[in-house]
């Protein structure tokens, strides 16, 4: 987990700007002889792609996916797996605007008093377009935890929340929304709109849970699962927090509200609540694993903002051209790859030291 | 950042056991040349020490810190700072309840689900002792990082929260919570000694600021400055949530609303607001950056709770004994202590790469 | 320093098989500002470059590298450089036997017994066409250190050593060999021809030297600079032998012997003598950095040898098609950049801590 | 591998000086269940302790070691086990020499040269005494891979080599040089003898033998198993040289020579040689793992040897004292201990990949 890497186990290393030639990941410590190809890789590429609907950026990306090395003969081989998405449309637009001045909310000033220098285009490396790389990474690694199943959505953008007891995973694919409440999606198709329309943007919480992770994964005190998790979804482009099961709601309970009692059940233990969202002591339960991620709204708008110019002096700033109004929706898939990668990853760890 | 080690170039390792001989944490990469010894460390530990107040656990531990290593003539030499406390008060209890059984809301199924096995005195290896290694360290990493101020304080216990008007950094020492809020340290003693009369407990919230953070530091993408907070706050024990900036509150604004707007200052950028809580692209930007952080309520209550045998049976459990009616309170030196810990790991890192 | 990645600050790592579509690096942690294209890699890669003489394997290959990330209007942005090789001359040859039978000295064997499974083509991820990789990678790295200079040389082939008084840098270039010994190199020819018609191979020993390094890089202690040198070099094919300094021949000398004496000199300290090969303690002294590494004879030869096969039958194998009579020789780019890539990692490193 | 720390899943961090109080090390990642207590690690710490022969230095240290956590109940939690010795025998002498001038072939100019600054008494943390921590941990990995057996032996001293055909492990406790050939045992009392007296030095040769190892250990390629070995060894004190098998014999041989063919046998494969030391392509063979470590002599002679005082003026030194007159020989279990720390944790990472 240094600079562009992630992992303990199974090890990402991800590469790419938004204008470059191609992005991508190299995936390592994958086990060997999974069943591998493009095909297991390009649905969850396709669930993220842009410009699918009016809701997402108009940038037309067919993200197509290419493995370059890790398999042979459909399978993977245990070394590492370059998996690399061309770049295809980097419009070629005036950037003078952001070259000179700091785009407020965006990566801009933070890069250039850091590097003295940034590939503005897009944003370069701090551009969301990244999280291609970690969708594609993910894909494979719940190839190496087929017990487990992970499921992300959307449960409210800008003020509006899902109704939880309509949750339906089912509905999940069939809204732009990744939102498993029908009438929210519903609802959210003019709040959404209406923003998109008025050059505004809308923030969003992402909720992502892994069932038939068995109990023992994790590790103390700084390899614990949760802290993993927070790690990964925090790197997130405008992920502003992370929760575990209640999360700041925890805080509100007393012992006996938060308490998860345990009885004994035909396969093991049962739980009589998950107030923890499936992780103790930084160790699974067995209970499903429950994480809840806030985006902040998009920072690309149209109305002009205060700021000011690379030689210091005072400006403003309008961010036009293709951007997500709500970057949170596409953060569903984003959300459920890193879920699976951190999961992947202390499945291995966990076999490591207790076999 | 494995197992029992964080960190990147400033790297600590912590050991010990609840109710082992001692505890402790090896520094490793600390800059040589830095004036250290026991009191430079001690009143921190002193002030996250147990025993000091009605609302704490009544458990007695001088931690007296000892210095074995990485020091002479009264400097750091750059090689590791050994840091040892002995634990003096592990109290003759009889365990066998909690050895027995499965306390809700603790690590003991998950211990024990993972290694077949546990050392059930006091919680072992996860028991919140293990932050007194954490604190002696971060008193360490302060050192190597004097331009930066690191002040964390209580914000919240169970419903109540402190009124924002009222901050007064002055008054977190004057009072048993680490409130900067007087009024509200007020009304905390009754709110946790009933909790406390009751048996019961209470969540809370800490929140942590540093001043003097330089813009720069933090890297993209998997080492975000605050990826690597997120980490090491739910590391803590009984953390479920963390946030940067304004967290999920961001979530509900729109763009406009969450734009940190910057004009041209005397003494470089200056900001209008800090929704971003001092972070953007994972790097800071010169502003306070201002991390929160939810503490579930202490699991150990007198309450008998559901649970089941370690042969399965179903059984109920109450925790007798010494325990923080609410353990966020004494997080607040810890989260203050690992926020001094990622931030001088992270300036010694931008040092490695941007000179 | 796990599965394909090494380094410490400045990491890398490389991926690809011997006949994928391609192979490549991605290097992380590079420093801001260095300016790099292309060009500046290709002539260490033209150096390394198979079929330009009858002494190395006639497989052809352009290596030609393409830069997919990292650098910006020619300068690096201090995000990961992503590296691509490809691979062309993949000759459609058949690899039934190697497929069926494990060739002895090879990793064929080994790699079966780990992953039940490997790719069998030209080695797979065991060839050392993933040298090219770290080639490339080591290019970069001495860019970032510009005050260094990095030569590698073969000092011997078979028993047939260079004369030390008849070393000369310049020759290195004039000849297959990368030999400083002009003498040396024409025997060599004759050498290397009768081993290369007779189907056999022969080993070699190659010697780096680093001037320019000043007093400091290197940590104790186990990130001490010759532990980082000995695993680099090791984690080369063939490679079964690394020497720092006066290597084994240190074990037969007297502690008088073995004293590299001081004097007071103009800039500086200045030494007598360098035994020790410009390291103490792991540190550097700011001698020049001096490393042997051991290169086994190729392991593909036309002579049969007993081998099994797959199902554990007895066999008999010889390696037709391409290969290097002397892998040794082509070694001598490869330790370079392995050298150059540890340096400028503990250059990082040492700032990082004394700043 | 960081720093003071080693190891990819079975990590270990040393810390400590000659001449504090104690030293120590914490052992992270071991599995959980293994019986352990100091009786299981103090006979390795004895064979490594000094003053138990003329032939070795007259400090005397008990080296008792104390586990200060990761046990209960007799057995291993997985949690650190923290490993401590205290130092007893800190001889109250005059260091003003070594503290106002370097001694040749010593750490003491590179320290001040990379911290400014120097803990002088007896070599601060570049003093061997840091191997006793690498021993006491070594005993624990030795448990965690019962199925391995490690040997180590000194092969050489001086110009005086064993005698191959006369080894006999069951020598090598029988004399004070871990020396498996009696003959050549009765010959270095005379050899080490007469170089103690002289107030000269010797350098050694070391070689470790492990049987009992998998084919399948070790992984592509920067986690080689030979790459480890190799960072493992060098950075033991006073080594300077590192081959796996036939090493640099491997260079003077040809491809025929060379080859460990295979034949099939009852228990799976058999080789009928061993010169790659049962490494292939960095991944174990199933062969006896043959590594052979080169030890300078001691470099702290009575002999006056020019050199510079810190100040940089020319002067003298000769190191009085209590030293080795030869390092290499306790040597052997230090290689013996980082044999099998090694091969533990490659165990643990085959089995996190592979199942």
Redesign the interface.
């Given at each position: 987990?240094?600079?562009?890497?992630?992992g303990?186990?199974l090890?990402f290393?991800?590469?790419?700007?938004s204008h470059?030639?191609?992005?991508?990941a190299?995936l390592?410590?994958?086990?060997?002889?999974l069943g591998l190809s493009e095909e297991d890789i390009q649905p969850f590429l396709d669930a993220r792609r842009p410009g699918q609907s009016k809701f997402t950026t108009q940038r037309k990306e067919p993200d197509q996916v290419?493995i370059?090395?890790?398999v042979?003969e459909g399978?993977t081989?245990?070394?590492?797996?370059?998996l690399m998405i061309e770049n295809v449309d980097q419009r070629s637009k005036d950037y003078s605007d952001v070259a000179k001045a700091?785009r407020?909310?965006?990566?801009d000033?933070?890069?250039d008093?850091?590097?003295?220098?940034?590939?503005y285009?897009g944003g370069?490396?701090?551009s969301a377009r990244?999280t291609a790389a970690r969708v594609a990474a993910g894909a494979v690694a719940r190839l190496a935890m087929p017990e487990v199943t992970v499921t992300a959505y959307v449960s409210?953008i800008?003020?509006d929340e899902i109704d939880r007891s309509q949750i339906d995973f089912a509905e999940i694919a069939n809204n732009p929304f990744f939102c498993p409440d029908p009438a929210a999606a519903k609802r959210w198709e003019t709040l959404v709109d209406t923003?998109r329309k008025a050059g505004?943007?809308?923030?969003?919480?992402v909720e992502c849970v892994a069932t038939g992770v068995?109990?023992?994964?994790?590790?103390?005190?700084?390899?614990?699962l949760?802290?993993?998790?927070?790690?990964?979804?925090?790197?997130i482009?405008a992920v502003?927090?992370?929760?575990?099961?209640?999360?700041?709601g925890?805080?509100?309970?007393?012992?006996?509200?938060?308490?998860?009692?345990?009885?004994?059940g035909e396969n093991?233990?049962e739980f009589?609540a998950n107030?923890?969202?499936g992780?103790?002591?930084?160790?699974?339960?067995?209970q499903p694993v429950v994480c809840r991620v806030?985006?902040?709204?998009?920072?690309?708008?149209l109305?002009p903002?205060?700021?000011?110019g690379r030689d210091?002096?005072?400006t403003q700033i309008m961010t036009k051209g293709r951007h997500d109004p709500c970057v949170?929706i596409r953060g569903a898939p984003v959300v459920e790859a890193m879920m699976a990668l951190v999961l992947a990853d202390h499945k291995?760890?966990?076999?490591?030291?207790?076999?």
């Open positions: 987990m240094s600079w562009n890497t992630f303990r186990i090890r290393t991800t590469w790419g700007e470059g030639p191609a992005l991508g190299v390592d410590g994958c086990p060997p002889g290419r370059l090395s890790g042979f399978k081989t245990g070394t590492p797996i370059s700091y407020p909310g965006h990566a000033y933070a890069y008093a850091k590097y003295g220098f940034r590939d285009r370069g490396r701090s990244e409210q800008g003020h923003a505004s943007s809308l923030g969003a919480v068995p109990a023992g994964w994790g590790a103390p005190v700084y390899a614990k949760d802290a993993d998790l927070a790690a990964g979804m925090m790197s482009n502003k927090g992370v929760e575990i099961g209640d999360g700041f925890a805080a509100r309970l007393s012992g006996e509200q938060n308490a998860d009692a345990m009885r004994s093991g233990p009589e107030h923890a969202g992780i103790a002591g930084g160790i699974s339960t067995g806030a985006f902040k709204p998009t920072s690309s708008i109305t903002v205060d700021t000011i210091g002096e005072n949170g291995m760890l966990h076999r490591a030291q207790c076999g």
